[in-house]
């Protein structure tokens, strides 16, 4: 076994790594793009976690496309200049159908109500997070610490529902953003901006919806997961110095992402195997 | 003339060929895919799948035909919910999006003692490979409880679950994962 074949590697080092070197360069040349480097360094995870193949066509596979037209679409938005809310009722448009597209086997051969109240549930978690972390878009160290504290919680839980493929995901998510919430306290002009934000959403949204239908974790685990973008809000004294305010906000989410693995460990059980 | 005699001859001896295959249906209380797999080199892990459903196409004049098994890969049991519910998850089998795992052969050929290996396609998670599985016995007689002509298999074969896609903590958890099933089928 390689180091990169290291589960903790490849959802840690690896993901924290390139955000590092690519967040520096894009630092920069072109900072209002350095969110970039979060997403760019889970999709080196994510190729080295599930591999590049996209057959067969799997529900995983599935989100880590959405997920890449999440950043083309962040793209597009960064080119065009602030966006109209036609423009954002129609990225969220596609997204839903992208959590259908991705739900779809589990839903077809559930009962109908069944069926409906998780697609339902999940379109209002995902919009939800659609919308909360757009709003951080240009607060980078908020952003980054939303996306972090979102990702561990979602992370943990979903390796305590059985799904180590998912939490290992959701994790090097979390870690990336971590290395972009320390880069922000030493490089202030970085910005998270819709390029850290929307992929962002949409991954921690589909593969929490993921862990949810194909895997173990409870719906209460979302609820509280869904707080968190709420609470970062939550102000604090002006004067404070930005690493104080980012001990603080960690400190705020701690309750709400303690809870979301609580219920997940809950739910299974506390018997290692 | 001579080449009609032996057209005429060929053609009745296919029709008798044709005539002793028989359809046989699986009978789910006495077929069960077992498998093992190795544990991290300390012990060997076995479990089993509970639900299988399919049919066969016999002859025995000539020990061939061809089977069709399917597996719902949601009945995987270790004896462990925990553990089940891993194996269910998409880290394995990602039963909610592949059901069914199946094994078909279409030109099974057996030896007259009834052993021989059948090449045929294993379908899981949804990634289809050739396989040959190995009949090391077989049986086919009157069930004296069941009063129906019935067909018995015992059969294995190995195969690497990571050609399959399923590559979660190998090597820990062994990549070689062995198949045994048990197949019992009544005449219908």
Redesign the interface.
Known sequence: ?TLLDDPLIQSSLVPMTVTLLLAVVLGRLWPRSAGLAVIAGFYVAAALIH?L?L??L???RKILLLGLLAVVLALAREFLGRSSATQRNVVIGLIIAGLLWMLW??LS?RPLAEAVTLAVGLTFYIVWLLIALDALADQPMPAGIAVMMLGSAAGIASVLA?????GQLISALAAAAGVFVVLTLLLPKLRAGPLLMLPAAVLLGLLSA?AL????LPASSLLFLATIPALIRIPLPANLTAAVRAAMLVLLLLPAAGMAIYSAWHS??D?P? | MKKWIAAAMLGAASMTAFASSENYTIDPLHTFPNFKIDHMGFSTMYGRFGTTSGKLVFDRDTMSGSVEISIDAASVNTGFQKRDDHLRSPDFLNVAEFPTITFSAKDAKLNKDGTGTIKGQLTMAGVTRPVGLIVNRSRCDMNPVSKKFACGFDATTRIKRSDFGVKYAIPGIGDDMDLMLEIEAARD
């Open positions: 076994m591999g193949t057959t067969p799997t529900s995983t086997p589990a051969y059985a799904t180590a493929l998912l993921a239908v194909y895997a173990k299974a059980g018997l195997y």
